[in-house]
C-alpha cells in the first residue's frame, strides 16, 4: 500500500500562485509514475499532469501547459505542483495519483484550489 497526503490548497486571486505537495509512505519503492487529476464541481475528474519516476519525463493537460508545473523529489518521496497564472476555471480539487507495480493505483484525499476573480 502507498498513502499520499496532499497540502498547499487554498485560496488565490486569478493571476496568483500556488504549490501543492503530495507526501507519499509506505511502499513508495513501488511507485513508478506520479500524476496530479482535479475535479471542479460538476465536472469529471481530468487529468492535469504527470511524471515519471526519473522525472525525465512530464506531461500536461493542453489547459495548463505553460502555467503549470510538476515535479518530483524522490529522496522526500513527494510530488510537486507549482501553478502559476492561475486562473478561476482553475478552482477544483486537486488529487495526487500514483501508479505502483503491480499495477496499482492509488488516489490522495484531495486539497481544495480556488481562485478568485
Known amino acids: 500500500q502507498v498513502q499520499l497526503v496532499e497540502s498547499g490548497g487554498g485560496l488565490v486571486q486569478a493571476g496568483g500562485s500556488l504549490r501543492l505537495s503530495c507526501a507519499a509512505s509506505g511502499r513508495t519503492f513501488s511507485i513508478l509514475g506520479m500524476n496530479w487529476f482535479r475535479q471542479a464541481p460538476g465536472k469529471q475528474r481530468e487529468f492535469v499532469a504527470g511524471i515519471s519516476w526519473s522525472g525525465g519525463n512530464t506531461y500536461y493537460a493542453d489547459s495548463v501547459k505553460g502555467r503549470f508545473t510538476i515535479s518530483r523529489d524522490n529522496a522526500k518521496n513527494t510530488l510537486y505542483l507549482e501553478m502559476n497564472s492561475l486562473k478561476v476555471e482553475d478552482t477544483a480539487v486537486y488529487y495526487c495519483?500514483?501508479?505502483?507495480?503491480?499495477?496499482?493505483?492509488?488516489w490522495g484525499q484531495g486539497t481544495q484550489v480556488t481562485v478568485s476573480s
Open positions: 495519483h500514483v501508479e505502483a507495480g503491480g499495477q496499482a493505483r492509488y
